[in-house]
């Protein structure tokens, strides 16, 4: 197998605080998920700087000011690059009149920077460039990079939902941490676009967002979902765990050696999640959940 790297020190599962904003929780709720994650071995942390319409980083760090000690046991993740719609906000200029791309050295720092401080956090694990620009300089990033790391305000950086052509230009000038990408039964694409055959390539253990598909697998009634949810339902059972133990396995299978992050606020789904990492799927398995997820054997 590939020696696969984690210079991040991501935990195997990584909790994300995407939806945050939306669960209407106090300070000592949030705190509360954020400890019992912690508890069972989720350490790390997904954030991006526009979750919750730029709200979700301030909503963790208030919660994380009412138990400093817990940052030295937890890696903080964010991601940075979308700007949406918004007025103008102290230190990144003007009004945003239309939501765009934006790996300007300017709002890389001025985002990383505001992500500390929203986070409570004199540092970053993890900085990601959300989504590719098209307008990217890479030697102008490459150099606010280096340069925030020389700083101690990030340590190691890495992209979100880039195609392997885009990564490459931006991995040759700094060594990349990883790539975080969607993939689950539901979204197969970075099996077979080379997104994956790249990450195991380089070595970049890649960050594996909506895992569950955001939860289609269990709710949604269209004939592909239900076809995937008898499959799951009857191996899960065969097997003695629950569906969502299941597909965390399946998707941990790759030997690109992913790294999950959920995305649910109850600390049952990251209990299940946790158990699958004892697991290993036989590649008949994995390729009977590919199937049902595809409606069709492989050619």
Same mark, same amino acid.
């Given at each position: 197998m590939?020696?696969?790297?984690?210079?991040?020190?991501?935990?195997?599962i990584v909790?994300?605080?995407?939806?945050l904003a939306?669960?209407?929780?106090?300070p000592?709720?949030?705190?509360?998920?954020?400890?019992?994650?912690l508890?069972?071995?989720v350490?790390?942390?997904d954030h991006?700087?526009i979750?919750?319409?730029?709200?979700?980083?301030?909503?963790?760090?208030?919660?994380?000011?009412?138990?400093?000690?817990?940052?030295?046991?937890?890696?903080?993740?964010?991601?940075?690059g979308?700007q949406?719609?918004?007025?103008?906000?102290?230190?990144?200029?003007?009004?945003?009149q239309?939501?765009?791309?934006?790996?300007?050295a300017?709002?890389?720092?001025?985002?990383?920077?505001?992500?500390?401080?929203?986070?409570?956090?004199?540092?970053?694990d993890?900085l990601?460039?959300?989504?590719?620009?098209?307008?990217?300089?890479f030697d102008?990033?490459t150099?606010?990079?280096e340069?925030?790391?020389?700083?101690?305000?990030?340590?190691c950086?890495?992209v979100?939902n880039?195609?392997?052509?885009q990564?490459? !230009?931006?991995?040759?000038?700094?060594? #990349?941490?990883?790539?975080? =990408? /969607?993939?689950?039964?539901?979204?197969?694409? @970075? *099996?077979?676009?080379?997104v994956l055959?790249?990450?195991q390539?380089?070595?970049l253990?890649?960050?594996?967002?909506?895992?569950?598909?955001?939860?289609?697998?269990?709710?949604?009634d269209?004939e592909?979902?239900?076809?995937?949810?008898q499959?799951?339902?009857r191996m899960?059972?065969?097997?003695g765990v629950?569906?969502?133990?299941?597909v965390?396995?399946?998707?941990l299978?790759? !030997?690109?050696?992913?790294?999950?992050? #959920?995305?649910?606020?109850? =600390? /049952?789904?990251a209990?299940d999640?946790m158990? @699958? *990492?004892g697991?290993?799927?036989g590649a008949q398995?994995?390729w009977?959940?590919?199937?049902?997820?595809s409606?069709?054997?492989?050619?």
């Amino acid at each position: 197998m590939a020696v696969m790297h984690n210079p991040a020190g991501l935990s195997p599962i990584v909790a994300g605080a995407w939806r945050l904003a939306e669960w209407g929780w106090t300070p000592q709720q949030r705190l509360a998920w954020i400890e019992a994650n912690l508890d069972l071995g989720v350490t790390s942390f997904d954030h991006a700087d526009i979750y919750g319409g730029y709200s979700v980083e301030a909503l963790f760090g208030e919660a994380l000011a009412l138990r400093p000690a817990l940052r030295s046991r937890m890696q903080l993740v964010s991601k940075c690059g979308i700007q949406l719609v918004a007025p103008a906000r102290p230190g990144f200029g003007a009004p945003t009149q239309v939501k765009h791309y934006d790996t300007a050295a300017a709002h890389v720092r001025a985002s990383a920077e505001h992500s500390l401080r929203a986070l409570r956090s004199d540092h970053l694990d993890l900085l990601l460039i959300h989504r590719p620009d098209a307008l990217t300089d890479f030697d102008e990033l490459t150099d606010t990079f280096e340069a925030l790391r020389r700083e101690g305000k990030v340590r190691c950086f890495g992209v979100s939902n880039f195609a392997p052509h885009q990564l490459a !230009p931006l991995h040759c000038r700094l060594t #990349l941490a990883t790539h975080q =990408i /969607e993939l689950s039964p539901l979204h197969l694409d @970075a *099996l077979h676009d080379g997104v994956l055959d790249q990450c195991q390539d380089l070595g970049l253990r890649p960050m594996i967002w909506s895992p569950l598909a955001g939860g289609r697998i269990f709710t949604a009634d269209g004939e592909r979902e239900r076809r995937l949810r008898q499959t799951l339902e009857r191996m899960a059972g065969e097997l003695g765990v629950s569906v969502t133990t299941l597909v965390i396995a399946w998707v941990l299978r790759h !030997p690109s050696q992913p790294l999950p992050i #959920l995305g649910s606020r109850r =600390i /049952e789904v990251a209990r299940d999640a946790m158990a @699958a *990492l004892g697991m290993q799927l036989g590649a008949q398995q994995w390729w009977q959940i590919w199937t049902a997820a595809s409606g069709r054997e492989v050619p």
